[in-house]
T-cell receptor, first 114, second 114 residues
Framework: NAGVTQTPKFQVLKTGQSMTLQCAQDMNHEYMSWYRQDPGMGLRLIHYSVGAGITDQGEVPNGYNVSRSTTEDFPLRLLSAAPSQTSVYFC?????????????FGPGTRLTVL | AQTVTQSQPEMSVQEAETVTLSCTYDTSESDYYLFWYKQPPSRQMILVIRQEAYKQQNATENRFSVNFQKAAKSFSLKISDSQLGDAAMYFCAPVGQGAQKLVFGQGTRLTINP
């Protein structure tokens, strides 16, 4: 199993550009989520999904969109990048549709917005 | 809403010694789970240990154990016989059984001195 994969590993954007961070898992996990990690602030939840076709907002959803058309994939879209979105982004998945199971994390994407 | 406080931004310990990382939380949930995750310099988030709040017995995983004080809402992590590979950021995270959102503390950076 590849586990949770994220692409790209690094990305530099200009203000106003849009892009999609990809996340995929091959463990048939129903729960998937996106976090951002900023220095000194731990991980903050952006969006999550408890199954295909179901998504909801987390703690810091503004400026991001998600969709979940398949169990395996959970892409995160930045609509119009801003310097405040410079961060490291992590995707995670867990068994069943619950946050209280062990989270399996991807390796992260470091995003810089100029 | 849940809040999590890790009051030690940084800690250091000599190799082979024991160190305890503290975590306090606030939750209105009656049934919940508590997690410690580790993030080494590779950036990969890894589950260290999990505690079910309804269990009185403290969880243990090899050199890692917790001191769970439910009334005090305290969930500390003890690392025995510290090893160089234990150097990492450690994050505490409580989550209610019915909750879909995982809330992380701000983290404690642990340094192991040889």
């Amino acid at each position: 199993n590849a586990g949770v994969t994220q692409t790209p590993k690094f990305q530099v954007l200009k203000t106003g550009q849009s892009m999609t961070l990809q996340c995929a898992q091959d463990m048939n996990h129903e729960y998937m989520s996106w976090y951002r990690q900023d220095p000194g602030m731990g991980l903050r939840l952006i969006h999550y999904s408890v199954g295909a076709g179901i998504t909801d907002q987390g703690e810091v959803p503004n400026g991001y969109n998600v969709s979940r058309s398949t169990t395996e994939d959970f892409p995160l879209r930045l609509l119009s990048a801003a310097p405040s979105q410079t961060s490291v982004y992590f995707c995670a998945s867990s068994f069943q549709g619950a946050a209280y199971n062990e989270q399996f994390f991807g390796p992260g994407t470091r995003l810089t917005v100029l | 809403a849940q809040t999590v406080t890790q009051s030690q931004p940084e800690m250091s310990v000599q190799e082979a010694e024991t160190v305890t990382l503290s975590c306090t939380y606030d939750t209105s949930e009656s049934d919940y789970y508590l997690f410690w995750y580790k993030q080494p310099p590779s950036r990969q988030m890894i589950l260290v240990i999990r505690q079910e709040a309804y269990k009185q017995q403290n969880a243990t995983e090899n050199r890692f154990s917790v001191n769970f004080q439910k009334a005090a809402k305290s969930f500390s992590l003890k690392i025995s016989d510290s090893q160089l590979g234990d150097a990492a950021m450690y994050f505490c995270a409580p989550v209610g059984q019915g909750a879909q959102k995982l809330v992380f503390g701000q983290g404690t950076r642990l340094t192991i001195n040889p």
